[in-house]
């Protein structure tokens, strides 16, 4: 028996849905060691464990930061793990305890995000390149959500090709069929959901709805996400131009996010670069038909149960879409092929693969 502590810094974020199911699938499947989740104070009641071997301890040490280097390594010393997983890179470097990394992508370091502080982000962005650096060498197992991740991390740091690993993520219904009706303003609407950073595309994806309404005028989009700095950036571009036909939801409920899943004419995903791409993944759970940027994993993932487009050409986004909104075979044929692609991935299978690195790394 072991005792694994687990980095849950992440569980209440964008990227918290792959600790969140980890851990909840772990909690089936081992009943042999024993796990220390760590948690920020504001998420300890965010997940509750069932099974006996696990237990919710409380760290409030922020990303990046002195209190990371230093507290967080003084408290994983004296928590004294048999092995630690590290959910994200962000971590004390000069922890020396056996532990396994994931990678879930390299957007860190390729991409720049206009709501942040210039100075501070390319700073950050130095300090990220240094900090990757070290990690890769250190980690006993390195864990990636694709191969496209694993193969841009390889190049970023050669010679770790014999202890990263591909870990696939999935997409399940959070609401096992309860949907409430969201009063949406349009009868026939393409959706997003997710973040809307720059490198998410979403001014393209405006940009081509705008061309779209030339011969689909009633047609609207519909943004689903946090009004946060970025998202209000996108809004005041769209409102610059004059943009129509476009809401953006602010938060909503799962509930009411599901039923915009079910009921959209087709959920578009224009993103310049992914580790996963989960929310296309999620809306084939839902029977959308999904229409892809073409860039970074997305084929991988979505494989031919997406129509594809070239994320920086706005006619092309637009064209692909116009694919699905007037092709009612083309559109069947998504569905069907959606269905066959989301049951490729499994929650409890990733869980399963990431115990096995957990075995590895202990031995």
Request: glycine share 4%; aromatic share 12%.
């Amino acid at each position: 028996m072991s005792h694994i502590a687990i980095d849950a810094r992440i569980i209440n974020s964008s990227t918290g849905r792959y600790v969140e199911r980890l851990i909840n699938y772990l909690e089936q499947i081992d009943h042999e060691n024993t796990y220390t989740v760590l948690v920020p104070t504001k998420d300890k009641d965010f997940y509750t464990p069932t099974n006996p071997n696990f237990t919710i301890q409380t760290i409030d040490f922020a990303n990046y930061s002195f209190g990371e280097q230093l507290g967080f390594k003084k408290y994983l010393d004296e928590l004294g793990a048999d092995l630690v997983h590290f959910c994200m890179p962000q971590q004390p470097i000069l922890y020396q305890g056996r532990h396994v990394t994931t990678f879930h992508d390299l957007t860190l370091l390729n991409t720049y995000n206009s709501d942040k502080n210039w100075f501070v982000f390319h700073a950050k962005q130095l300090v990220g390149r240094f900090v990757f650096h070290r990690v890769c060498a250190s980690s006993d197992r390195i864990l990636t959500p694709t191969w496209t991740v694993k193969h841009e991390l390889e190049a970023f740091h050669p010679k770790i090709e014999h202890k990263t690993v591909v870990t696939y993520e999935a997409a399940d219904k959070l609401q096992a069929g309860k949907v409430t009706p969201y009063d949406t303003p349009f009868k026939r609407y393409l959706l997003y959901v997710g973040q809307q950073s720059d490198y998410k595309n979403i001014k393209r994806l405006g940009d081509a709805h705008q061309k779209l309404l030339e011969t689909h005028p009633d047609l609207g989009l519909i943004l689903v996400g946090r009004m946060n700095k970025s998202a209000e950036m996108t809004k005041a571009y769209f409102d610059k131009n004059e943009y129509k036909n476009i809401h953006f939801t602010g938060f909503v409920e799962d509930d009411q996010r599901d039923w915009l899943f079910e009921n959209c004419a087709a959920y578009v995903f224009p993103s310049l670069m992914e580790g996963f791409g989960l929310p296309p993944l999620e809306a084939m759970q839902y029977d959308a038909p999904v229409v892809s940027s073409n860039a970074s994993c997305m084929p991988e993932v979505l494989g031919d149960a997406a129509h594809y487009f070239t994320p920086t050409d706005t006619d092309d986004i637009a064209r692909a879409v116009n694919d699905v909104l007037t092709n009612d075979a083309l559109r069947e044929e998504l569905i069907s092929k959606g269905k066959v692609q989301r049951e490729k991935y499994s929650w409890r299978k990733m869980a399963e693969e990431t115990l096995a690195q957990y075995r590895i790394a202990l031995e």
